[in-house]
């Protein structure tokens, strides 16, 4: 469902990512990790076609996201850092907006707005303008956008940010019940403890190349330490910034 091709993004002398190739399949539910500057953004930014890759290729659902991008943007949702609204717009009009965007037919879309204002508990607020939102409500109001057109593929950059425990939960179990229905979801988080308990795999990125690539237990393994949380592996590894073997597909 995604796949880094041999991708790399510079910055005129700086090589923000360098070679990734990744494969995460439909239903899989992927953890990027790494500390600030190590390439994480810049690799959703290239998924999300916000940025070109300088080399190599990125896909989505078989879809070019630079050849085809279109066909690519139909199959995934994103819910950037930073919740972005049109002020003047209340909740639902942004709704009807995303859908027209997306080409949706108006004759489901409005029931696919109601199921995702159930979902996410908006009714107290939808019909208000966006410009009187806190941030967790906007942060609501961008992932109801965001799965309003059914993706096959849902992009999470620091989805917790600004969110409430109980929005937290709703969130947890709303990806846990899409992936189990085949959607697939790519999330870059710094909230180790919500990647443990979620992700299918991690991968752990440092300076723009990964330094792992697979499960918590198999990343246990390969610091040979046989009980111990994914903050504490994280923290060995990112410390060391180098010494496992180089991450492969197979990891």
């Known amino acids: 469902m995604i796949e880094f091709d041999h991708a790399s993004r510079t910055y005129g002398t700086k090589e923000a990512v360098c070679d990734l190739s990744l494969t995460i399949p439909a239903g899989e539910l992927f953890a990027l990790l790494g500390p600030s500057g190590a390439g994480k953004t810049t690799s959703i930014k290239m998924l999300v076609g916000l940025l070109q890759p300088s080399q190599?290729?990125?896909?989505?659902?078989?879809?070019?996201?630079?050849?085809?991008?279109?066909s690519a943007h139909q199959r995934l949702?994103?819910?950037p850092d930073e919740a972005i609204l049109y002020d003047k717009l209340s909740g639902?009009?942004?709704l009807w907006f995303i859908a027209d965007m997306f080409g949706m037919d108006r004759g489901v879309t409005a029931a696919r707005i109601e199921d995702e204002i159930v979902a996410f508990e908006l009714g107290e607020f939808v019909d208000d303008l966006a410009e009187s939102y806190s941030l967790g409500m906007k942060q609501r109001l961008v992932f109801a956008a965001a799965l309003l057109h059914a993706p096959d593929v849902l992009v999470l950059d620091e989805p917790m940010v600004g969110l409430d425990p109980r929005t937290v939960r709703i969130v947890k179990d709303l990806i846990r019940s899409r992936t189990r229905d085949g959607m697939?979801?790519?999330?870059?988080?710094?909230?180790?403890?919500?990647?443990?308990?979620?992700?299918?795999?991690v991968a752990i990125m440092?300076?723009?190349s990964l330094q792992f690539l697979g499960t918590v237990g198999e990343l246990r393994q390969q610091l040979s330490v046989e009980e111990s949380s994914l903050e504490d592996l994280y923290l060995q590894l990112t410390g060391r910034g180098i010494g496992l073997p180089a991450a492969s597909e197979n990891a």
């Open 92 to 94: 639902r009009e942004f």
């Open 184 to 201: 697939t979801v790519f999330m870059s988080t710094h909230t180790l403890a919500m990647a443990e308990e979620l992700a299918d795999r």
């Open 77 to 79: 949702g994103y819910v």
């Open 56 to 70: 190599g290729t990125v896909r989505v659902c078989g879809h070019d996201v630079v050849r085809d991008p279109r």
């Open 206 to 208: 440092v300076k723009g």
